[in-house]
């Protein structure tokens, strides 16, 4: 099956700073999205992004299906951006939807 | 207006016990999904259903068993509890059209931690 890597693992930052966290799959996508679980454990959505560019607020990601990756871009960190944020893919062809998850980035901000 | 709500949002039980896990989304959605998150934090799937039809099935024990009454609705089972089931389960939702796109969007409810003792 597709397989998903998330780099870096851990990230530590100070309140104010940027940061890029970058997600390589192996395969075609039919879909992918990035995710933040917050501290108490919920997991939001924050792009559909197979292909391109989006951006909300603080936070834009880019996909380059081509390259096969994915980074998810976050400015003027807030200590409420803590958490995981995992990539999750759908390998292409029929896969009802199937998503793999990448292992995740922790983010940490500091005050 | 929570969009998919999950009941128990914590489940302790002891070993070999049956338990269900119940998942609901007001979406209007075809899909449902279950996925389990492990005490590393990997997520993985387990079920997806298309209106109330099984279509996703993982390599997960024939002790788990999701029903989906109405395409509301996808519940999970499990029969037999044992420590290695201890998780965080997971339902979410989406659309899925023939056409793809951000129908694909999966959204997911709170989570269910269950313990087992």
């Known amino acids: 099956g597709i397989q998903v890597e998330q780099s870096p693992p851990d990230l530590i930052l100070q309140e104010g700073a940027n940061s890029t966290l970058r997600c390589n799959f192996s395969d075609s996508v039919n879909n992918l999205q990035w995710f933040h679980q917050n501290p108490w454990g919920q997991l939001i959505n924050l792009f559909y992004?197979?292909?391109g560019t989006k951006q909300n607020g603080r936070l834009s990601a880019t996909t380059v299906a081509t390259e096969r990756y994915s980074l998810l871009y976050i400015s003027s960190s807030q200590t409420t951006d803590s958490g995981v944020y995992f990539c999750a893919v759908e390998g292409g062809g029929t896969s009802y939807g199937k998503l793999t998850f990448g292992q995740g980035t922790i983010l940490t901000v500091h005050p | 207006d929570t969009a998919v709500s999950q009941t128990p949002k914590y489940l302790v039980t002891q070993m070999g016990n049956d338990k269900s896990i119940k998942c609901e989304q007001n979406l209007g959605h075809d899909t449902m999904y279950w996925y389990k998150q492990d005490s590393k934090k990997f997520l993985k799937i387990m079920f997806s259903y298309n209106n109330k039809e099984l279509i996703i099935n993982e390599t997960v024990p024939n002790r788990f068993s999701p029903k989906s009454p109405d395409k509301a609705h996808l519940n999970l089972h499990i029969n037999s509890l044992e420590l290695g089931d201890s998780a965080v389960y997971f339902c979410?939702?989406?659309?899925?059209?023939?056409?793809?796109?951000?129908?694909?969007?999966?959204?997911f409810g709170p989570g269910t931690r269950l313990t087992v003792l």
């Open positions: 992004i197979p292909s």
């Open positions: 979410a939702s989406s659309l899925r059209s023939l056409a793809g796109g951000p129908s694909d969007t999966q959204y």
